[in-house]
């Protein structure tokens, strides 16, 4: 019963006391270290995108290699067809793309390309009907002219 739990916040001391202008200055040196080093991380080697590779049917590899069309025997995507390359098994960076997920990708980009051409088509189809339109107005215009004289 006799026990006192009170609790005292301990005293700074001079020990302990680390101002605000020494952790300041041990930044700057620590940024001033960075900048004098002569140790330069490499960039990683970044393979340079090939447009027939990432969108649709693969035409060729990153490695310049020839895709084809291989079958998944893993326990996930038994079955499931997908392209790759020929030179898959040398470790170096080669296409790997789903067959689905292609034709998906080459349908999208039939459809859009029909949809342009759908557009173009009625552009020209309206402009066809604005010159018939002006060549009628010329040839009542000459017509009449030619009435006149």
């Known amino acids: 019963m ?11 001391s001079d ?14 040196d620590m940024y001033a270290d960075e900048a004098e080093s002569s140790y330069n ?12 590779a990432d969108d649709g049917i693969p035409r060729t ?11 998944s025997y893993s326990r996930k ?9 020929e030179n898959v098994d040398d470790g170096d960076c080669h296409v790997c793309k ?15 390309q029909l949809r342009q051409r759908k557009d173009q088509g009625n552009e020209s189809e309206q402009k066809l ?8 107005l010329v040839v009542m215009f000459l017509h009449g ?5």
Not at 16 to 28: K, P
Not at 62 to 69: D, H
Request: charged fraction near 20%.
């Open 129 to 136: 009907v604005k010159l018939d339109k002006t060549v009628c």
């Open 145 to 149: 002219r030619a009435s006149k004289a």
């Open 15 to 28: 020990e302990y006391d680390i101002g605000l202008t020494c952790l300041l200055q041990a930044e700057v």
């Open 61 to 71: 590899c990153y490695c310049g290699g020839e895709p084809v069309v291989a079958t």
């Open 2 to 12: 006799g026990q006192d739990y009170s609790y005292n916040q301990p005293s700074s």
């Open 98 to 112: 789903w067959w689905d997920v292609v034709v998906m990708e080459e349908m999208s980009d039939f459809q859009t």
């Open 77 to 85: 995507d038994p079955g499931r067809r997908y392209f790759t390359c």
């Open 41 to 52: 991380i490499a960039e990683p080697v970044q393979y340079p995108p090939q447009p027939e």
